[in-house]
């Protein structure tokens, strides 16, 4: 059974991602806008979360020097340390500041989640992972929530001094866990040989055989999904929704549907395995992106269109979490961070490439088509996907899939 440390260890660390994610993507911009800048300039701030696309690049760093335990204090007073540096900032004037202060709490962040990926697969057992990633994907909702909405009042009741203490404040409580429950764990990788390449020891992980072709895997298993969540928000104000609606639809709806997918996903994974909770969460996106189809189609009215989002996000929610459990299952213990890492960056950009594609299609043939295109390539993907995985494709740390386990 999970341990209740271990629970609020990694809830506490989740959820200290979210919440600055969600206040800066959800607020930051509105500031942004009031202060008169264009929204392609506002746009180009999502640069300044390039260090979550790219953190397989340090992330073989975080396992070979010091400790996860360091590293997780480090990055989590930093982000506090910088929060408060912010308090004293005045945003009236120049904002450069604010920039350079989101794009370090984000590298702290995406630094501190590496760290925390890590120990989670040396703290979890093969049959707690679907939980633990049923805790990872909440907690860091949840953070988003309270970042996006709980923050966002204290911004418009307070102001920017007091909104930045309380964040700093929140991320140093989330610290206590680690301070009370992280020890120093005795190191299995030798760090001094492996210095001078820590700069390309990510290559070498890439490199590890099966590895390559289960990103492959992981990309077709979620590009389809992907290309219907990419379209979902601009499909709701096509259809006529009002800008109070879709947030109700896309914001607390979903949200509420993407925890309820977590605990699904976490609680599939756990009792029956990766093999049916895989293939179940699979099956079940591809239906829920043919309701958008219905929808787009011109069936079903608003009442379909607030099924359709809402059971994309609960099952395809349930899916991501039984896939990132199979990914840390994917990841050896001595590398843990670095593999688990690389995987979830390579699962990005596939699903940055499907936005592309989602949108593309779209703007040519229409929603109907984007989003039958979708729920195709998701059928496709996840048939691929568990025959690949059937045949014993993947990396040999991979042990955890039904019929590999049998054959052994």
Request: aromatic fraction near 10%.
């Amino acid at each position: 059974m999970l341990r209740s440390g271990v629970l609020v260890l990694l809830t506490g660390l989740y959820f200290a991602q979210g919440l600055p994610f969600g206040f800066f993507t959800q607020a930051v911009p509105v500031l942004l806008r009031d202060a008169g800048y264009s929204l392609t300039a506002i746009s180009l701030t999502s640069l300044l979360y390039a260090p979550w696309g790219i953190k397989f690049l340090w992330a073989p760093a975080v396992d070979r020097l010091g400790t996860r335990r360091r590293w997780l204090l480090i990055t989590q007073l930093g982000s506090a340390g910088t929060a408060f540096a912010l308090a004293a900032t005045d945003v009236t004037g120049s904002l450069r500041w604010v920039f350079v202060g989101i794009a370090v709490i984000n590298l702290l962040a995406a630094t501190q989640d590496v760290a925390t990926d890590g120990l989670a697969v040396r703290l979890l057992g093969p049959r707690d992972r679907g939980i633990g990633n049923g805790i990872q994907t909440g907690a860091y909702r949840i953070g988003m929530i309270v970042g996006g909405g709980g923050l966002r009042w204290v911004f418009s009741e307070y102001g920017w001094r007091v909104l930045m203490l309380t964040l700093g404040c929140l991320i140093l409580l989330c610290t206590l866990p680690v301070v009370a429950l992280v020890r120093d764990e005795p190191r299995t990788v030798e760090p001094e040989p492996a210095r001078e390449a820590l700069t390309t020891a990510w290559w070498q992980r890439l490199r590890r055989p099966g590895v390559v072709g289960l990103i492959a895997l992981l990309a077709a298993y979620k590009f389809g999904n992907a290309m219907a969540s990419s379209i979902a928000g601009p499909f709701l104000h096509d259809v006529g929704l009002s800008l109070g609606q879709i947030a109700l639809v896309s914001g607390a709806l979903s949200s509420a549907g993407a925890l309820l997918g977590s605990a699904v996903g976490g609680w599939l994974a756990y009792h029956y395995g990766r093999r049916p909770a895989l293939l179940a969460g699979g099956v079940a996106q591809t239906l829920a992106i043919g309701l958008y189809v219905v929808a787009a189609a011109g069936f079903g009215g608003y009442g379909l269109v607030v099924t359709a989002t809402m059971t994309e996000h609960v099952l395809g929610g349930a899916a991501t979490v039984a896939l990132f459990t199979l990914m840390m299952d994917a990841s050896e213990r001595e590398f843990a961070g670095a593999d688990y890492t690389l995987l979830a960056c390579a699962v990005v950009g596939a699903q940055g490439l499907a936005g592309f594609a989602g949108g593309a299609v779209g703007d040519v043939f229409g929603y109907t088509a984007a989003f039958g295109t979708g729920m195709v390539l998701s059928g496709i993907g996840c048939a691929v996907f568990v025959r690949a995985l059937d045949r014993g494709a993947g990396p040999e740390s991979l042990t955890t899939w039904a019929p590999r386990a049998s054959r052994a």
